[in-house]
């Protein structure tokens, strides 16, 4: 029992929680069309669109995940806090830097062009593209509708 509550705590489950399979795929489609949008004006050298679509897929697959799981995702501060659940939900630490690479893109918003690097640019969408690959057996649903960890 004790765990069981610990784990509602940590993982921040909404009361009754029933999640909508539509806003799920809905939002993971929404993620792989921002990384291809991504490369896309990382083609043609507009670097901050390049950077926002990469942070776009991140929030729209991290959404995706707390919707499937029931987790509360209602401000742009919850993307830290539900990575860290998907961190401690699968095991896997690799989230922590794809999470990093994540907000890096984002941040890239409020640097002047000059200072921005394609090359870096590209590896951090790649990097983007392997979150979401990691993040996508969060967002199945099991056979009751609710999010499984498998």
């Given at each position: 029992m004790l765990q069981s509550r610990?784990?509602?705590e940590v993982f921040m489950t909404t009361p009754e929680h029933v999640p909508d399979p539509d806003a799920v795929t809905d939002y993971e489609t929404q993620a792989r069309e921002f990384l291809i949008r991504g490369r896309e004006y990382l083609a043609v050298g507009d670097l901050h669109q390049a950077?926002?679509?990469?942070?776009g897929a991140a929030a729209?697959?991290?959404k995706a995940v707390a919707v499937a799981q029931g987790?509360?995702?209602?401000?742009?501060?919850d993307f830290s806090r539900?990575?860290?659940q998907a961190i401690l939900?699968?095991?896997?630490?690799?989230?922590s830097d794809l999470r990093g690479r994540a907000?890096?893109?984002h941040g890239n918003y409020y640097e002047r062009k000059r200072f921005l690097n394609a090359e870096i640019i590209g590896k951090d969408l790649e990097s983007?593209?392997?979150l979401v690959a990691l993040l996508a057996p969060l967002t199945v649903l099991d056979g009751s509708g609710n999010g499984s960890a498998e």
């Open positions: 610990h784990r509602a950077s926002e679509k990469g942070w729209h697959m991290v987790w509360q995702y209602d401000r742009h501060a539900v990575m860290n939900l699968t095991g896997n630490d690799r989230l907000n890096d893109l983007i593209e392997e």
